[in-house]
């Protein structure tokens, strides 16, 4: 830590921590007030200052507190813990929205007349349990609605915690730890540092031009800064430039934006196309299906009153003026409750849950990849991105760097380059990197390199790690030795820090610089060649450092200098240090090249996302060189693509490009360097008002624009900032950049699993409401009840949709695999304007569903002359086989498209799973509840006979799928059929 960091102001007493924990001097509501309130009165008078407030605390503010577990637990126990928790909710809540539901009171309505009208026809001992059977189905298919929603729910309350688990950098015993955040107390002793969130709301210690942007707090854009005059920090603003220490005084709940959150619903209404499209289906279907129960209603009616139905003894059920009362409310009952039955399985309430069921099977399948789906919609979005824009840093780069060049003067430095060059030199450059450096060295010790740990941003610990390798560089006794006057630190705008200090051992007066090599080289008058030389920069030499440069970054090196010079000792005790750093007439003492590591399977991510028919674009802030080196590396450049074809451009390239020229150059545009945080907004929107479905991939505190404004933000969790992983949708937890192709191909299967298990809905229903129709206005009955459609209901929409959602995306190879994609992943990405159901669906669905209908309504009108049953037992056998052709649909969803249903079915164990218990649930249905499900018990003959008649519909489905079907969508072709009769 440097020498300016530790020095103390008067306020800073140092704490000797007593054998005993004692009581704390201050509550924390005081602490809050504080806090919420801004009372610098009270902070500065009262309690003195954050020193004050520390020394209550029972805080060192150099050594920080002990962090042992007892001292932990106190202060735990005495202010809170470092979580946020949102308000619970129950099952009981979820349970009583599903009785507020609309559908679900229509039938619940329905079902409760059901008992009465039962027993008054049929009796008590018998009417309670048909009419009591229905009342129950409709109850447990409310209950199954709301366990589905709870089980969501809590999901999503394990996903919350994982964001506790952000490392940050702290003091306690007076080393530098790394302490996730939710272990942060009251009283610990905070670093901050740019592109950090605060942690939790404290007060500044002290720092250097530490700025925040307080946002989430305010609304208000502007930094703030914060010094001694306003110390107060919240948890959640982001510091923007600078570092500083806090002391914490609020975690958890007692922080102000716990206080803010918790009167505030965070519940966006914002829908995805994909619910959008949805909640239009189910709205459509739902008027379809309410419309034909009116039909039928009416049907009944009139055949009832027109002495066309008859009863069991075939005797007319109405006579004109002969018919009681009773009987008439009896028959107009049970014909209202026959209508009910089409409406429980028509309107498909039930299909958000089911869909939810594949989203959240599929979001825990990728947990498992590496990737936190923060938004249950998000990875079905990215399913349908057509471009991906990407940060280069810590993104296609794992923000890990490596030294591999080194020149000293104008020649280009070997390992052993210590030993030949001079020692002046050399000495010069170690100070320079020891003194001026913001990172710090753990467990270092010259005689074994491997035990060093580092610390700091990336390029200081390559600068730091490279250090060690050449001469096992002390950095303490450097330190130690030169004894730091004035520093000023890394400027994010300029690029540079710098550093005054003194020798003890000579007392001399040296500044350091170090940052980008084009503005260190701009500061130089003179360098140092390798034996020592201070050689005149000219405008030749100037060139030739220049050309250095520019070739290190075209080999996606990122270059950084050092500069040095001597000052004069009494020169700087006039100046009282008060002035700033000089910063020109340096000598160049070296520079360095630093290679940033590309993450392991950047190159078979990016080939992947290519052969989806996805278009990949890189934006940096790095200059044109190293982006067209880093790019081409990653495979995102082709050989001849450059600037003159316009794959590469600038920020203020693309700003400058005309309006009207933007959609067609925006295609062209594989590379933007030396882009702004606004250049990548732009981008984004540039993108999406031509139509494209955007995916932002970045961990900096830059993308985040870029991230919120795109149609999904993802982010790269390891070493991201917390408030990019906030802003995202979809968070990668591991180093390997593949997982970002394996969100891709899941977000596809998804979309493929939503739409198999719409097929598999729509055919039970036109199914179950073609026969119901049919038997109803030819008969006047119908031969699926209530209580059976509603069994039919249960399977599909909770079994019927996991299992569908169980099919994995194997088709796509892992990354070390050289297998080719395909299916899911080698096709381009389903538009947003395309139709849900598709022409290859509709085929489907509809000839399944007349193959349906066409066997069973052969059974209702002949099946007791083919069976020689009587007729309980062949309505036993309509619902079976309704049933088992559900069951036996399923493997035909499996695959829209392919003729070979078993595909791979052997390795999807859960779906035979789900097969094998739908059917033994089936079985006990029929066979064991017959009582309640109005059904007798089938011989082994009839059991055969069900499922020969089901098992008919896999050939029927081959010959099916061998029917062309038109490129364009229905809905198109009715349009026009429409146009052109009206033209």
Known sequence: ???????????????????????????????????????????????????????????????????????????????????????????????LEAFKDLTHLILLVCAGLSPGLAIKESGLSEGWYSGGSSFFSVFLVIVVSAVCKYQQNRQFDKLDGTSGNILFDLIRKGQQQQVSRSKIVVGDVVLLKTDDQV?????????????????????????LKKDDQNPILFFGTKV?????????????????????????????????????????????????????????????????????NRDANRKQEFVPGQTMGDNIMNSVGGKIAATVTIISVMIPEGSPIAVTLILAYSMKSLMGDGAMVRKLWACETMGSATTI????????????????????????????????????????????VASNAEGSVYNAKPSSESVCRFSGSPTEKAILSWAFSQVSMDMGKIKKRCKLIQGEVFDSRKKTSGVLIMNIMDGTVHVHWKGVAQTILAMCSSFYNRSGMEKDLNKDKRKKFEQIIQGMEASGLRCIAFAHKKVCAEAIEERNYRNKIQEDSLTLLGLVGIKELCRPGVNCAVKAFQNAGVNIKMITADNEFTAKAIAKECGILRPEDDASNGAIVTG????????????????????MARSSSSDKLFMVQCLKQKGHVVAVIGDGMDNIPALKE???????????????????????????????????????????????????????????????????????????????????????????????STDLPTDLPT???????????????????????????????????????????????????????????????????????????????????????FKGIHKNKLFLGIIFMTVALQVGMVEFLKRFMVTKRLSWGQWGACFGIVAASWPIAWVIKCIPVPHTPISQLIEKIIQRNSN
């Open 652 to 671: 203020t390239g693309f700003r400058k490009i005309p309006r009207e020229k933007r959609p067609e150059e925006v295609e062209k545009i594989r590379v």
């Open 1 to 95: 830590m440097a020498c300016a960091r530790r020095r103390k102001y008067p306020s800073h007493t140092s704490i000797s921590f007593p054998d005993q924990p004692s009581s704390f001097q201050i509550d924390q509501s005081e602490l809050t007030r504080l806090v919420n309130e801004k009372d610098f009165g009270s902070l500065r008078g009262k309690h003195g200052g954050p020193g004050g407030i520390a020394e209550a605390l029972k805080t060192d503010l150099l050594e920080g507190i002990s962090g042992e577990p007892d001292d932990v637990t106190r202060r735990q126990n005495a202010f809170g813990v470092n979580t946020f928790k949102r308000p619970a909710k129950g099952f009981f809540h979820f349970l």
């Open 389 to 432: 824009c990407i940060d280069k840093t810590g993104t296609l780069t794992e923000n890990q760097m490596i030294v591999t060049k080194f020149w000293v003067g104008q020649d280009t430095a070997a390992e052993n380059w210590c030993s030949s060059a001079s020692k002046f030199v050399v000495d010069l450059i170690w100070d320079g």
């Open 710 to 804: 795109a149609h999904i933000g993802v982010s790269m969790g390891i070493r991201g900032i917390e408030v990019a992983k906030e802003s995202s949708d979809i968070v990668i937890n591991s180093d390997n950049f593949f997982s970002v192709a394996e969100v891709l191909r899941w977000g596809r299967c998804i979309y493929d699993n939503i739409q198999k298990f719409i097929q598999f809905k729509l055919t039970v229903n036109i199914a179950a409401l073609l026969i119901n129709f049919v038997a109803a206005t030819s008969s006047g009955d119908v031969p699926l009840t209530a209580i059976q459609l509603l069994w039919v209901n249960l399977i599909v929409d909770t079994l019927g949709a996991f299992a569908l």
């Open 240 to 308: 923007v430039d600078g570092r500083a220490r806090m002391v914490v005084t609020g975690v958890g709940m007692n922080t102000k934006w716990a206080k803010m959150m918790s009167s505030i619903n965070c519940g966006s209404s914002e829908q995805t196309p994909l619910q959008a499209r949805l909640n239009e289906l189910t709205s459509s279907i739902s008027k379809v299906g309410l419309l034909i129960n009116f039909l039928v209603l009416v049907v009944l009616l009139i055949l009832y009153f027109t002495g066309k």
């Open 815 to 901: 990354y070390q695999s050289t297998e080719q994609t395909k299916e899911v992943m080698n096709k381009p990405p389903v538009g947003w304007t395309e139709p849900l159901i598709t022409n290859i669906m509709w085929r489907n669905l509809v000839g399944q569903a007349i193959y349906q209908v066409a066997v069973l309504l052969t059974l209702q009108v002949k099946g007791e002359s083919i069976f020689r049953v009587d007729e309980v037992v062949n309505r036993t056998m309509i619902f079976n086989a309704f049933v088992l052709c559900q069951v036996f649909n399923e493997f035909n969803a499996r695959k829209l498209a392919r003729m070979n249903i």
């Open 199 to 223: 942690p939790a709301d404290g007060l500044y210690i002290y720092g250097q031009h530490l700025l925040v942007d307080e946002l989430s707090m305010t609304g208000e854009s502007d930094c």
